[in-house]
């Protein structure tokens, strides 16, 4: 098993939350009410798992 690592600057953390939030057509607090309330599909928790990863990295960073 091999770990990928990948280095985003804080351009490249914009540009790929607004590709999800663009492609899930909901804003985030959409996305986490309907994730509270058990109403995502199963690509929309993947894409809310992804921003929240994004939101991760861009305050750690």
Known sequence: MSVVINY?????I???????LDRANLSLDE?????ERYMLA???QSTLRELEDLD????VS
């Open 31 to 35: 996305l986490r009410v309907r994730d």
């Open 14 to 20: 914009a540009k790929r939350r607004a590709e999800l």
């Open 42 to 44: 199963p690509s929309e």
């Open 8 to 12: 985003m600057s804080a351009d490249s």
């Open 56 to 59: 991760y990295l861009e305050k």
